[in-house]
Antibody, heavy 124, light 107 residues
Framework: EVQLVESGGDLVQPGRSLRLSCAASGFTFDNYAMHWVRQVPGKGLEWVSGLNWNGGTVGYADSVKGRFTISRDNARNSLYLQMNSLRVEDTAFYYC?????????????????WGQGTLVTVAS | EIVLTQSPATLSLSPGDRATLSCRASQSVRSFLAWYQQKPGQTPRLLIYDASNRATGVPARFSGSGSGTDFTLTISSLEPEDFAVYYCQQRTNWRLAFGGGTKVEIK
């Protein structure tokens, strides 16, 4: 069974930094692209960032580009999100998300498994 | 950056009704579009990928169509468990994005 467990969410002041982690299990982690998606409670979904199986290809939403850095450690089955220069509008639940596998084919840019999320609150 | 616009924002229907949800892209995404369902307190569930392919375990009453800039998710006959929020999602290289969502509520 796929398990994705996020950690690192906290209450921080604007301008500060935070690092989120995601521990993955139940699948061959280094076969899959992984992503971070965030959601303000009661609002819509926002893709934040993603990277391919070895971290050689990464992407960011315009809203976080230059401030957030995604990375992975395949030896530790872990995904990370380093968040710098945090803003009030970064407040949200952050979900670790696994890319889709269907009929043995991995599709990097769709999502089939989600963690339960970690809450990041940016406020003074 | 490609923007996805979903309409309507809210759809008020009764069980057994047909639901038609729209997703429009600001520029062509070819067929690289997915649909997700999210119920309160749950994480999203993939329904449709590549515009028209049902994901594993998704009932046949869900269907997707479209290409380029205009896409539709159709639920042929609403079941009580289908009342939820639906999101479309596209990818362009490594720039992904969701639409704002359509809430399907009980009339």
């Amino acid at each position: 069974e796929v398990q994705l467990v996020e950690s690192g969410g906290d209450l921080v002041q604007p301008g500060r930094s935070l690092r989120l982690s995601c521990a993955a299990s139940g699948f061959t982690f280094d076969n899959y692209a992984m992503h971070w998606v965030r959601q303000v409670p009661g609002k819509g979904l926002e893709w934040v960032s993603g990277l391919n199986w070895n971290g050689g290809t990464v992407g960011y939403a315009d809203s976080v580009k230059g401030r957030f850095t995604i990375s992975r450690d395949n030896a530790r089955n872990s995904l990370y999100l380093q968040m710098n220069s945090l803003r009030v509008e970064d407040t949200a639940f952050y979900y670790c998300v696994k890319s889709l596998e269907i009929f043995g084919v991995i599709i990097e840019y769709y999502f089939d498994s989600w963690g339960q999320g970690t809450l990041v609150t940016v406020a003074s | 950056e490609i923007v996805l616009t979903q309409s309507p924002a809210t759809l008020s229907l009764s069980p057994g009704d047909r639901a038609t949800l729209s997703c429009r892209a600001s520029q062509s995404v070819r067929s690289f579009l997915a649909w997700y369902q999210q119920k309160p307190g749950q994480t999203p569930r993939l329904l449709i990928y590549d515009a028209s392919n049902r994901a594993t375990g998704v009932p046949a009453r869900f269907s997707g169509s479209g290409s380029g800039t205009d896409f539709t998710l159709t639920i042929s006959s609403l079941e009580p468990e289908d009342f939820a929020v639906y999101y479309c999602q596209q990818r362009t290289n490594w720039r992904l994005a969701f639409g704002g969502g359509t809430k399907v509520e009980i009339k």
